[in-house]
């Protein structure tokens, strides 16, 4: 029973301790600037409005006592952020599924020489920090002309994706149960094996990969700050970053990190039934 409560009280923590700065931001990015002002500041929106988030597209906003909210000067970049922090991310996590994939079930299911130790070339390649690769990066990127492009953006958050749901990966076909020589017998090669038989069973884990690999893409900042901001290719963290050299306007800078949530909270809710799946089947039945 005490062990009940004190899970409980823990649960409670963590909920709160993940929810109030959401719920902080959101509070901002829908109050008045006289209500930012106060202090103490408000629990809640006494006046909620919408102003801050057209105005982080670039668009006035009249309020109902007829004054203007005008647009924010961080619009252009924003909406660039938004675009590139997108294409980015789609294309990182496509990518890192058409590399992880086979890459995963090769680990996990054959034997080859060599194989522990490129096994624990995979782990550290997880445990480095990208700080630490981030000189040698932009060392190479500026002799290839690379920094400042979408193209080497994407190229380098690979790097990131890729060893860590490799990772993840390995262990999932680890538990498949072994049908590959059923398969064979029906007739399927090894790669068809792969193709029809163990990609339809990895589904649920394949999601969860899809998911990991956009908000690590999504979430990207130490090596978009110093290879792509400043240029065309910003994206939206490095963005937001751009209020703090101007003036202070805190509910746009809320309203453009509540536009932050929408994308990463959108592809986990297309794939959140193979998600639930994963927590529900046991893949080794």
Do not use: C
């Not at 624990?120 to 480095?128: E, G």
């Amino acid at each position: 029973m005490k062990h009940t409560v004190w899970s409980r009280i823990a649960l409670a923590i963590v909920i709160v301790w993940t929810l109030l700065p959401i719920y902080w931001f959101l509070k901002i990015s829908l109050l008045t600037p006289d209500e930012i002002a106060r202090f103490p500041p408000p629990l809640y929106p006494l006046e909620p409005q919408l102003a801050a988030y057209f105005n982080i597209f670039g668009f006035d906003f009249e309020i109902a006592e007829g004054v203007i909210r005008k647009a924010s000067g961080q619009a252009n970049q924003i909406i660039r952020g938004l675009r590139n922090s997108l294409i980015v991310s789609i294309i990182v996590m496509l990518l890192t599924l058409v590399v992880v994939a086979p890459l995963a079930y090769v680990f996990a299911r054959l034997e080859f020489r060599h194989k522990n130790k490129l096994l624990f070339s995979i782990l550290l390649a997880v445990a480095l920090p990208p700080v630490s690769t981030l000189i040698p990066f932009y060392s190479m990127y500026v002799q290839l002309g690379l920094n400042g492009t979408l193209f080497g953006l994407t190229v380098v958050t690979l790097t990131i994706t890729i060893p860590f749901v490799s990772w993840m990966l390995i262990g999932y076909f680890r538990n498949l149960p072994r049908v590959e020589r059923l398969a064979r017998v029906d007739g399927f090669t090894r790669m068809g094996t792969f193709l029809y038989v163990m990609l339809p069973m990895s589904r649920s884990g394949l999601a969860v990969a899809a998911v990991i690999a956009f908000l690590f893409a999504w979430n990207e900042y130490t090596y978009a700050l110093i290879l792509v901001n400043g240029t065309t290719a910003n994206t939206l963290p490095t963005a937001i970053s751009g209020f703090l050299f101007q003036h202070p306007e805190p509910q746009h800078m809320a309203a453009a990190l509540a536009l932050t949530i929408l994308p990463p909270a959108l592809v986990a809710f297309l794939l959140q039934n193979h998600i639930a799946e994963l927590n529900l089947v046991d893949p080794v039945r």
